[in-house]
């Protein structure tokens, strides 16, 4: 039920309890009735309003879309690889090795990979590896 729907209900509500419009209270009661329709009618129309801006707004995101494409020549059908989301997912990937003198389990990530080389967490022991071509640390 919309506003005006709940206002038209309390309208009808008032005259079939037969307010008296010539008493203090019945006075009162139709000038807020007046004000609540009044209100209702104004919220319809900004509702209005707003949904032709939501219309708008919706074609001008559509047409900033497709200029972008062709300023930024994008095509949607490119599937080309990119180097930088790999190099972004290695930084991101942890890497394990096992220490040959306590049998430690060491994670690491990639820039201590990369590094080529640590000292064991828990012995102290120098460890030295390198990145092979498929991520994984030796």
């Given at each position: 039920m919309t506003i005006g729907e709940k206002v038209s209900y309390i309208k009808g509500l008032a005259e079939g309890l037969s307010l008296d419009d010539s008493t203090k209270e019945g006075k009162i009661i139709a000038a807020m009735l007046d004000v609540l329709s009044d209100?209702?009618?104004?919220?319809?129309?900004?509702?209005d309003e707003l949904n032709d801006i939501a219309d708008v707004m919706t074609d001008m995101e559509e047409s900033v879309a497709d200029l972008e494409d062709i300023v930024y020549d994008i095509d949607d059908d490119d599937d080309d690889y990119d180097d930088e989301d790999e190099?972004?997912?290695d930084l991101d990937e942890l890497y394990e090795?096992?220490?040959p003198a306590c049998s430690n389990t060491i994670r690491f990530d990639y820039e201590q990979a990369a590094a080529g080389s640590m000292d064991c967490p828990n012995c102290g022991q120098h460890l030295e590896f390198e990145l092979d071509d498929e991520g994984d640390a030796e």
């Open positions: 209100i209702a009618e104004n919220l319809s129309e900004v509702d190099f972004a997912d090795t096992t220490c």
